[in-house]
């Protein structure tokens, strides 16, 4: 039963000090999201309301708004509005996800610019079994039939284990004021079928389904947390953080079964079972694409980083190297703070042949150069993997470059014969003693003088 009592009960859960935290709520002016408002009100916590007119329901839009903001106003609560407007430009499809983007985005400003602690959303039991129903029909695996997270990214949602019911009582029993959206009685929507259709007929079978159904939900919480706490030991055994990447055993990955090779992969975005297998089966150096992160396949390991990282790599600022007095290349101060010993360099360069300045960088797509000690040229990929230097050691390897972006040897590795001085150079070069940071220990073996 739904009262301030059990109300309070139910946001100690989530978070024991709310007497002491700062709300926004989300209202939109239906009986759900009135009543949590009322119940905050009556608690006396510290809140503040947004609403979002969608525009999408004409006057019936500007009502809802009219409420809310008439009941924030009598009650000198905070109120925070957010209009559609052309700027948002509305999709033809997938209007559902296109209000959801909008309106997380704009309770994330607010909860920033003021200060506030949780937003609470005015979800209840009936839109877990929707969620539920709509998760099932899509094979989402546990994690789907688990529905919406009570507490998630300090979102709060205190009405789940409440059905719709107990709300419609409570907002009747209290008059609390509130605005029915007509549309949700249209069909138009997957969520809006099941609502209309489903949920009336599974409630005819059983008068008790919804309260079994929280009872079901519960037990499947406690059988994901223990999945999770299993799964989070086998990635103890598997998975290595470094500064920017993960580092998974491929060998033990490969052993594990499908469901924990799906539970660790799933997290990076990779969802798909077919992708996954695709994963199991590519040959090294094939990278994989997720919204948020590349997985390269190398011989041992499977290497996933940030698309971010990645593309802050690709424009990070190259390194500008100055000479001394007695023509000896120098590492400026701050990056030296940055290394470790890897091996040392003894070359000489025909200053007569490079453009000035010299610079280190990192490997770019189609590098190549003509090392010493081989014949013709080679693509600097191809001479990592024909070195063995792991993929996530090779994004760590500096390659010293003149002006015009030639390579001039891969540091402290090989140094390309084109640009080495001889008998004949007049301006030498000295580059020696040099050491680079952030690789693998397992490199060093493979350093060369």
């Keep these: 039963m739904l009262n301030s009592q059990t109300f309070q009960h139910s946001l100690e859960r989530l978070f024991a000090d709310y007497g002491n935290a700062k709300f926004l709520l989300a209202i939109s002016g239906g009986a759900d999201s009135m009543v949590l408002l009322d119940l905050f009100k009556f608690s006396k916590l510290k809140f503040e309301v947004a609403h979002i007119n969608y525009q999408l329901r004409g006057a019936d839009s500007d009502k809802d708004q009219e409420l809310v903001e008439k009941i924030c106003e009598q009650n000198n609560i905070p109120f925070h509005l957010y209009q559609v407007s052309e700027v948002d430009s509305k999709p033809k499809n997938s209007i559902q996800d296109w209000a959801r983007i909008i309106r997380y985005n704009f309770f994330r400003k607010i909860q920033q610019e003021r200060s506030l602690n949780f937003i609470v959303t005015a979800h209840h039991l009936n839109d877990q079994l929707e969620t539920f129903i709509i998760h099932l029909s899509k094979a989402s695996g546990i994690k789907g039939l688990t529905g919406i997270p009570a507490s998630e ?47 009336p007929k599974l409630l005819e079978v059983n008068e008790n389904f919804l309260d079994n159904f929280g009872k079901s939900l519960l037990y499947l919480n406690q059988t994901k947390n223990f999945v999770d706490e299993q799964i989070f030991k086998i990635e103890k055994e598997l998975i290595i953080n470094t500064d920017d990447s993960l580092l998974i055993n491929k060998k033990l990955f490969l052993n594990q079964s499908e469901f924990i090779q799906y539970e660790i992969l799933r997290k990076y975005g990779f969802t798909e079972v077919g992708e996954i297998t695709k994963i199991k089966k590519a040959e090294t150096c094939k990278k994989f694409i997720s919204s948020e992160y590349q997985l390269t396949i190398d011989r041992e390991i499977l290497t996933i980083r940030k698309i971010v990282d990645l593309i802050l790599e690709e424009v990070q600022e190259e390194i500008i190297l100055k000479i001394d007095s007695g023509n000896q290349l120098i590492i400026p101060e701050n990056l030296q703070l940055e290394i470790i010993e890897l091996g040392k360099v003894n070359w000489e360069i025909d200053g007569s042949k490079v453009q000035f300045p010299l610079k280190l960088r990192r490997k770019k797509e189609g590098d190549l150069f003509h090392p010493i000690g081989m014949i013709g040229k080679k693509k600097i990929s191809k001479f990592f993997k024909d070195e063995k230097i792991p993929i996530f050691g090779q994004q760590k390897i500096w390659l010293l470059c003149d002006g015009d972006d030639q390579v001039l040897g891969i540091l402290p590795f090989r140094q390309d014969r084109r640009f080495a001085a001889s008998k004949e150079s007049s301006e030498i070069i000295k580059v020696k003693n040099i050491a680079f940071s952030l690789m693998d220990e397992s490199l060093k073996s493979k350093s060369k003088k």
């Design 153 to 199: 990214n300090n979102i709060l949602r205190p009405l789940l284990s409440f059905s719709k019911e107990e709300i419609y009582d409570f907002a009747n029993e209290n008059n609390i004021k509130f605005r029915e959206d007509l549309s949700n009685q249209k069909n138009d929507y997957l969520r809006n079928k099941i609502r209309n259709e489903i949920v």
